[in-house]
């Protein structure tokens, strides 16, 4: 969007080069010179081909030339429709039903609505399938699908399959994860440390509180 803030009509020219965050050149988008009367704005417009364009962060460039050479640029995104697993749970205690997370990461431009995932937990002799619910991810956001896992009759190692569902895409990701068992002597060893931890940490604040009192009355 070009200004003429002259009391002189100018003939305008302008470019806009397109280069990677890493500042190699990509393409340049030439408009047909125009006159820009004095005090008059021009709108420059045209559409961009990005199917030629890495997914990836962007800088326009737009070069003005009115007998000087005015640059003004801007950042921006191009976008893939693919939703990446960052991570996913690798972990649980054999323990009844225990929540399973699934980080994922959107790398599309435009928002996406019921995103689920369907997780494989096998070992060759125990196979067990869930679903997550499903979640909607906003245009390059993060967020953390949930399933739940029954752990109570799995012990040891499993492999975990991932199949990712999103606009009729998938995205598929594998991993292992170890069900482990809870000691109950572990547990209780633990139970009483942490009391005994609650319990000093009351005489402490007993003890602070008498010393308080004491040098008030003083």
């Keep these: 969007h070009v200004f003429n803030r002259g009391k002189e009509n100018l003939n305008i020219d302008v470019d806009i080069d397109f280069l990677t965050e890493n500042g190699d050149f990509v393409y340049q ?9 004095a005090t008059q704005d021009r709108y420059f417009r045209k559409f961009l081909d990005t199917r030629g364009f890495k997914p990836g962060n962007y800088l326009a460039n737009a070069v003005v030339n009115y007998g000087e050479i005015i640059m003004v640029n801007k950042t921006f995104r191009i976008g ?9 749970t690798q972990r649980l205690p054999q323990e009844g039903i225990q929540k399973y997370h699934i980080d994922i990461e959107s790398k599309w431009n435009n928002y996406l609505e019921e995103v689920f995932a369907d ?8 196979e067990v399938i869930f679903r997550t619910p499903s979640v909607d991810l906003g245009a390059w956001k993060r967020e953390t699908l949930k399933g739940f896992l029954d752990t109570d009759d799995l012990k040891g190692e499993y492999n975990a399959e991932i199949v990712l569902n999103y606009a009729e895409q998938q995205t598929f990701a594998s991993g292992m994860l170890l069900v482990y068992v809870i000691s109950r002597q572990i547990f209780i060893i633990g139970i009483v440390i942490g009391t005994l931890i609650i319990i000093f940490a009351i005489i402490i604040i007993y003890i602070i509180w008498r010393y308080n009192k004491k040098k008030r009355r003083r």
């Design 29 to 37: 988008m030439p408009f047909q010179s125009s006159q820009i009367n």
């Design 80 to 88: 893939s429709l693919f939703v990446n697993i960052t991570n996913f």
């Design 119 to 126: 997780v494989n937990i096998s070992n060759g002799t125990k």
